[in-house]
């Protein structure tokens, strides 16, 4: 009787212990970083493209200038008309282009969106978390 | 029969995660630059067996803001947040990502993407080969809004490599620009200027960009 009552015990004590470890995971898999939005890509695995990456920064110039990621073309939807030319005479048909602004990212969505759909360049995503994921240790 | 009770409790507690379900979380608008706005309406549905309580709404840009009658919402419980987007001098293609947060670390992104369209658009507004490929023609559509008058005049190629030309498909409304390289045997770059005759006093010019990579 009591070895029933302890085998019992142990199975729910394990069965009870899976939500929780279902909730952990999921914990530590959105966070800090939280879900993916259309169209975006965790820094990892765009890491794990490259050299075959053309990084795009769509934050502002003076940021662009204080700090980016090596080799990244700056263009924000303020000087979109300045700026394509270089972004274009950096793209290579073979890379594929990663846009990364600040964490909030609409000007990162609107130049990622802009380069989809007008310059019909492909594959174009957004790199999640920003410029601020890179910055993370 | 404790197990079993056991099992019935642990699914159910698995149910009971709190969730929204979003009818449509990326919404598309055509819009034209006299609207000076959109708003887009996120419906959503509590699908779990707990309450959720809405704890923040963020919009990241002083041109968008976000509206929300009420915070909580029960089991099965509907509600809406409406997002205007204020154009401001912005033109073309705009996106706006709008980040909800839930009282238990949950968070939802809500993406409204507008095409602010101009008397002109033009699309695609590049065209590329790739090196050693087949130098074929291609061709970019030009629309113009027919009650502006608007009439494409003509294009000029800054490269003799990437030649244009432009064709009438419908006076007014769409023209068709055909690009084709001589040939494709190193790399090319052009920027191909598109003249039209509007505005009257200060006519416009609009560039795409050709590339042989």
């Keep these: 009787m009591i070895g029933r009552i302890l085998r019992e015990s142990a199975i729910i004590a394990v069965l009870a212990a899976l939500p929780a470890g279902v909730m952990a995971w999921q914990h530590l898999q959105v966070k800090p970083e939280g879900p993916l939005a259309p169209g975006e890509v965790r820094l990892s695995e765009a890491k794990a493209w490259e050299p075959a990456v053309l990084w795009v920064d769509a934050r502002s110039p003076a940021k662009h200038a204080h700090r980016t990621i090596p080799g990244a073309v700056q263009i924000d939807p303020e000087n979109w008309e300045e700026r394509i030319p270089a972004l274009l005479d950096a793209w290579d048909p073979d890379k594929r282009i990663v846009v990364f602004g600040d964490r909030e990212g609409d000007a990162a969505a609107t130049v990622a969106l802009r380069l989809r759909e007008e310059m019909q360049l492909s594959p174009v995503w957004m790199l999640h978390g920003g410029f601020e994921a890179w910055l993370r240790p | ?213």
């Design chain 2, 1 to 213: 029969m404790h197990i079993r009770f056991c099992f019935a409790f642990l699914a159910s507690a698995g149910m009971a995660l709190a969730n929204l379900h979003w009818e449509s979380a990326v919404q598309e608008f055509e819009r034209v630059p006299e609207d000076g706005s959109v708003t887009a309406k996120y419906a959503f549905k509590n699908t779990g067996s707990e309450p959720v309580t809405i704890r923040r709404v963020q919009t990241s840009c002083g041109c968008t803001s976000a509206k929300l009658t009420k915070t909580t919402f029960a089991p099965g419980e509907s509600g809406e947040i409406e997002v205007k987007f204020t154009f401001g001098s912005r033109r073309g293609l705009q996106r706006k990502l709008i980040s909800v947060k839930g009282d238990k670390d949950q968070e939802w992104r809500l993406d409204l993407r507008c095409n602010i369209r101009e008397t002109v658009t033009i699309n695609p507004a590049f065209v590329f080969w790739r090196i050693h490929s087949d130098p074929a023609e291609q061709s970019i559509r030009i629309v113009c809004e027919p009650s502006a008058g608007v009439k494409v005049t003509g294009v000029k190629s800054s490269s003799p490599r990437l030649a244009a030309n432009l064709t009438t498909a419908k006076p007014g409304e769409e023209y068709i620009v055909t690009v084709k390289p001589t040939d494709t045997s190193q790399k090319e770059a052009a920027e191909l200027t598109i003249e039209t005759n509007f505005p009257p006093d200060a006519p416009r010019s609009y560039r795409v960009f050709a590339r042989i990579r």
